[in-house]
């Protein structure tokens, strides 16, 4: 170790996390392996859309978006599959928000209420999802889920 110099500091320094106004952008780039350069690639908003959804997949938040079609399983749980855009680059986990009256099952002129939504099973293309066990439905009965405070995203990150 050695003791401090001031001789080679910028005292102009930018600052660029010192207050949250400070930013530096950068834009154009492409990093590249090797030695040799490549022509400059450019992708179209949905193949880079596509791209990112392979990792995430923001499926539906807040009031009254629908999630999936579904059907009731017994009294008490309904099962609906929710097909992603792009196959996920692997099997993803389900990340829904859960609290009082999040979601509604809608079912044979009826609106069930419920807190939250888990993961049954799931592959790269697909998932099924359960909702919590508190509806009050008729087993066989088909209908639909859909948020009311909620929100569903599946993350298959690395």
Partial sequence: WRSFDNTYRNPNNLQLGRTNDNYFSITGIQLEVGKNATDFEYRSYGEELALCQRYYYFHAATSAKPVCNAAAYDATRAFGIVHFPVPMRQTPTVAATSGPSNF???????????????????????????????????????????????????????
């Fill in 104 to 158: 509604r099952f809608f079912s044979n002129g009826s609106s069930h209420a419920f807190s939250a939504l888990t993961l049954q099973e799931a592959s790269p293309n697909c998932i099924t999802i359960e909702t919590s066990n508190t509806l009050s439905v008729v087993s066989g009965h088909s209908g639909w889920i859909r948020t009311d405070a909620g929100s569903v995203a599946f993350n298959a990150e690395l």
